[in-house]
T-cell receptor, first 111, second 108 residues
Protein backbone atom coordinates (compact mmCIF):
# COMPACT_ATOMS: atom_id res chain seq x y z
CA UNK A 1 0.00 0.00 0.00
CA UNK A 2 1.21 3.51 -0.81
CA UNK A 3 -0.83 4.92 2.08
CA UNK A 4 -1.91 8.54 1.72
CA UNK A 5 -0.27 10.41 -1.15
CA UNK A 6 -0.35 14.13 -1.89
CA UNK A 7 0.75 16.15 -4.90
CA UNK A 8 2.41 18.51 -5.39
CA UNK A 9 4.93 18.69 -2.55
CA UNK A 10 5.58 22.39 -3.11
CA UNK A 11 3.62 25.07 -4.96
CA UNK A 12 3.94 28.81 -5.44
CA UNK A 13 0.88 30.74 -6.63
CA UNK A 14 0.11 34.34 -7.36
CA UNK A 15 -2.84 36.01 -5.68
CA UNK A 16 -6.03 35.20 -7.54
CA UNK A 17 -4.81 32.01 -9.18
CA UNK A 18 -6.67 28.77 -8.65
CA UNK A 19 -5.30 25.29 -8.17
CA UNK A 20 -6.13 21.82 -6.94
CA UNK A 21 -4.20 19.91 -4.30
CA UNK A 22 -4.45 16.20 -4.91
CA UNK A 23 -4.91 13.54 -2.25
CA UNK A 24 -5.31 9.81 -2.75
CA UNK A 25 -5.35 6.75 -0.52
CA UNK A 26 -5.32 3.08 -1.44
CA UNK A 27 -6.52 1.68 1.87
CA UNK A 28 -10.26 1.88 1.12
CA UNK A 29 -10.84 4.30 4.00
CA UNK A 30 -14.19 6.02 4.03
CA UNK A 31 -13.23 9.04 6.15
CA UNK A 32 -10.81 11.55 4.64
CA UNK A 33 -9.95 15.09 5.63
CA UNK A 34 -7.91 18.15 4.77
CA UNK A 35 -6.01 20.26 7.32
CA UNK A 36 -3.88 23.31 7.19
CA UNK A 37 -0.98 23.85 9.55
CA UNK A 38 0.21 27.32 10.43
CA UNK A 39 2.98 28.18 12.90
CA UNK A 40 1.75 28.19 16.49
CA UNK A 41 -1.77 27.10 15.57
CA UNK A 42 -1.60 23.34 15.32
CA UNK A 43 -3.72 21.73 12.62
CA UNK A 44 -7.08 23.12 11.63
CA UNK A 45 -9.67 21.13 9.74
CA UNK A 46 -10.75 22.57 6.39
CA UNK A 47 -13.14 19.95 4.99
CA UNK A 48 -13.82 16.30 5.55
CA UNK A 49 -15.68 13.46 3.90
CA UNK A 50 -17.27 10.36 5.40
CA UNK A 51 -17.57 8.60 2.07
CA UNK A 52 -17.92 9.04 -1.68
CA UNK A 53 -20.40 11.79 -2.48
CA UNK A 54 -20.47 13.16 1.08
CA UNK A 55 -18.46 16.16 2.24
CA UNK A 56 -18.76 18.64 5.08
CA UNK A 57 -17.08 21.77 6.36
CA UNK A 58 -14.54 21.87 9.12
CA UNK A 59 -13.26 24.79 11.16
CA UNK A 60 -11.79 26.90 8.32
CA UNK A 61 -13.60 26.11 5.03
CA UNK A 62 -13.73 29.57 3.44
CA UNK A 63 -11.85 29.83 0.16
CA UNK A 64 -11.69 26.06 -0.36
CA UNK A 65 -13.86 23.53 -2.17
CA UNK A 66 -13.79 19.75 -2.06
CA UNK A 67 -15.49 16.87 -3.78
CA UNK A 68 -15.40 13.11 -3.28
CA UNK A 69 -16.38 11.23 -6.40
CA UNK A 70 -14.47 8.07 -5.45
CA UNK A 71 -13.36 6.47 -2.19
CA UNK A 72 -9.71 6.87 -3.20
CA UNK A 73 -9.50 10.56 -4.12
CA UNK A 74 -10.25 13.73 -2.18
CA UNK A 75 -8.98 16.85 -3.99
CA UNK A 76 -8.89 20.29 -2.39
CA UNK A 77 -9.52 23.29 -4.65
CA UNK A 78 -8.39 26.82 -3.97
CA UNK A 79 -10.75 29.01 -5.92
CA UNK A 80 -8.85 32.32 -5.83
CA UNK A 81 -5.64 32.08 -3.86
CA UNK A 82 -4.87 34.68 -1.20
CA UNK A 83 -1.67 35.26 0.82
CA UNK A 84 -3.60 34.15 3.94
CA UNK A 85 -3.75 30.68 2.39
CA UNK A 86 0.02 30.31 2.57
CA UNK A 87 0.37 27.22 4.72
CA UNK A 88 1.24 23.56 4.83
CA UNK A 89 -1.68 21.36 3.82
CA UNK A 90 -2.13 17.81 5.03
CA UNK A 91 -4.56 15.21 3.83
CA UNK A 92 -5.48 12.31 6.11
CA UNK A 93 -7.61 9.19 6.13
CA UNK A 94 -9.13 7.27 9.01
CA UNK A 95 -9.21 3.51 9.47
CA UNK A 96 -12.21 1.61 10.81
CA UNK A 97 -10.08 1.08 13.91
CA UNK A 98 -10.07 4.87 14.43
CA UNK A 99 -6.42 5.45 13.52
CA UNK A 100 -5.69 8.46 11.34
CA UNK A 101 -2.90 8.43 8.75
CA UNK A 102 -1.47 11.59 7.25
CA UNK A 103 -0.04 12.29 3.83
CA UNK A 104 3.38 13.93 3.43
CA UNK A 105 1.95 17.43 3.01
CA UNK A 106 1.92 20.21 0.42
CA UNK A 107 3.77 23.42 1.18
CA UNK A 108 1.89 26.27 -0.51
CA UNK A 109 3.08 29.86 -0.86
CA UNK A 110 0.78 32.55 -2.23
CA UNK A 111 2.51 35.73 -3.33
CA UNK B 1 -16.95 23.86 19.37
CA UNK B 2 -14.53 21.58 21.15
CA UNK B 3 -11.40 23.30 22.48
CA UNK B 4 -8.12 21.49 23.07
CA UNK B 5 -5.36 22.95 25.20
CA UNK B 6 -1.87 21.57 25.52
CA UNK B 7 0.75 22.58 27.99
CA UNK B 8 3.48 23.36 28.07
CA UNK B 9 3.86 24.81 24.58
CA UNK B 10 7.63 24.60 24.79
CA UNK B 11 9.65 22.14 26.81
CA UNK B 12 13.40 21.91 27.14
CA UNK B 13 14.60 19.00 29.18
CA UNK B 14 17.85 17.23 29.92
CA UNK B 15 18.53 13.73 28.80
CA UNK B 16 17.59 11.18 31.42
CA UNK B 17 14.88 13.30 33.01
CA UNK B 18 11.15 12.60 33.18
CA UNK B 19 8.37 14.96 32.20
CA UNK B 20 4.67 15.08 31.39
CA UNK B 21 2.76 16.90 28.66
CA UNK B 22 -0.88 17.68 29.41
CA UNK B 23 -3.85 17.82 27.05
CA UNK B 24 -7.16 19.24 28.30
CA UNK B 25 -10.32 19.38 26.24
CA UNK B 26 -13.58 21.20 26.72
CA UNK B 27 -16.42 18.74 26.00
CA UNK B 28 -17.06 15.05 26.34
CA UNK B 29 -15.09 12.73 24.10
CA UNK B 30 -13.88 9.18 24.44
CA UNK B 31 -11.32 9.25 21.66
CA UNK B 32 -7.95 10.94 22.12
CA UNK B 33 -4.91 10.81 19.85
CA UNK B 34 -1.26 11.66 20.23
CA UNK B 35 0.99 12.48 17.28
CA UNK B 36 4.63 13.29 16.77
CA UNK B 37 5.92 15.69 14.13
CA UNK B 38 9.55 16.20 13.20
CA UNK B 39 10.55 19.51 11.54
CA UNK B 40 9.42 19.67 7.92
CA UNK B 41 7.72 16.28 8.15
CA UNK B 42 4.20 14.93 8.40
CA UNK B 43 2.47 13.70 11.54
CA UNK B 44 3.17 10.23 12.87
CA UNK B 45 0.55 8.47 14.97
CA UNK B 46 1.80 7.56 18.45
CA UNK B 47 -1.25 6.51 20.44
CA UNK B 48 -5.00 6.15 20.06
CA UNK B 49 -6.85 6.12 23.40
CA UNK B 50 -10.42 4.91 23.08
CA UNK B 51 -11.82 4.63 26.60
CA UNK B 52 -11.67 6.12 30.06
CA UNK B 53 -8.63 4.86 31.93
CA UNK B 54 -6.85 3.76 28.77
CA UNK B 55 -3.09 3.60 29.11
CA UNK B 56 -0.68 2.84 26.30
CA UNK B 57 3.10 2.66 26.30
CA UNK B 58 5.68 2.59 23.56
CA UNK B 59 9.31 2.78 24.56
CA UNK B 60 9.90 5.87 26.71
CA UNK B 61 6.44 7.31 26.04
CA UNK B 62 3.27 6.50 27.95
CA UNK B 63 -0.13 8.04 27.30
CA UNK B 64 -3.23 7.94 29.47
CA UNK B 65 -6.81 9.18 29.24
CA UNK B 66 -9.21 10.36 31.93
CA UNK B 67 -12.48 11.17 30.18
CA UNK B 68 -14.16 12.37 33.36
CA UNK B 69 -11.47 14.99 33.91
CA UNK B 70 -11.22 15.58 30.14
CA UNK B 71 -7.48 15.14 30.44
CA UNK B 72 -4.83 13.13 28.69
CA UNK B 73 -1.16 12.97 29.60
CA UNK B 74 1.91 12.00 27.63
CA UNK B 75 4.66 10.95 30.02
CA UNK B 76 8.27 10.86 28.93
CA UNK B 77 10.61 8.64 30.87
CA UNK B 78 14.40 9.10 30.82
CA UNK B 79 14.35 11.39 27.80
CA UNK B 80 16.81 10.91 24.96
CA UNK B 81 17.74 13.31 22.16
CA UNK B 82 15.77 11.30 19.59
CA UNK B 83 12.54 12.30 21.32
CA UNK B 84 13.04 15.94 20.31
CA UNK B 85 9.99 16.81 18.18
CA UNK B 86 6.62 18.52 18.39
CA UNK B 87 3.86 16.49 20.01
CA UNK B 88 0.19 17.08 19.30
CA UNK B 89 -2.90 15.76 20.96
CA UNK B 90 -6.18 15.60 19.05
CA UNK B 91 -9.69 14.92 20.25
CA UNK B 92 -12.52 13.38 18.26
CA UNK B 93 -15.86 15.19 18.43
CA UNK B 94 -17.46 14.18 15.11
CA UNK B 95 -14.35 15.67 13.59
CA UNK B 96 -10.80 16.09 14.84
CA UNK B 97 -9.73 19.01 17.00
CA UNK B 98 -6.01 19.51 17.53
CA UNK B 99 -4.05 21.13 20.31
CA UNK B 100 -1.44 23.71 19.36
CA UNK B 101 1.41 21.31 20.05
CA UNK B 102 4.29 20.97 22.50
CA UNK B 103 7.75 21.57 21.09
CA UNK B 104 10.12 19.30 22.97
CA UNK B 105 13.88 19.72 22.94
CA UNK B 106 16.01 17.18 24.75
CA UNK B 107 19.41 18.54 25.69
CA UNK B 108 22.41 16.20 26.09
Amino acid sequence: NAGVTQTPKFQVLKTGQSMTLQCAQDMNHEYMSWYRQDPGMGLRLIHYSVGAGITDQGEVPNGYNVSRSTTEDFPLRLLSAAPSQTSVYFCASLTTGAEQFFGPGTRLTVL
Amino acid sequence: ELKVEQNPLFLSMQEGKNYTIYCNYSTTSDRLYWYRQDPGKSLESLFVLLSNGAVKQEGRLMASLDTKARLSTLHITAAVHDLSATYFCAVWGNQFYFGTGTSLTVIP
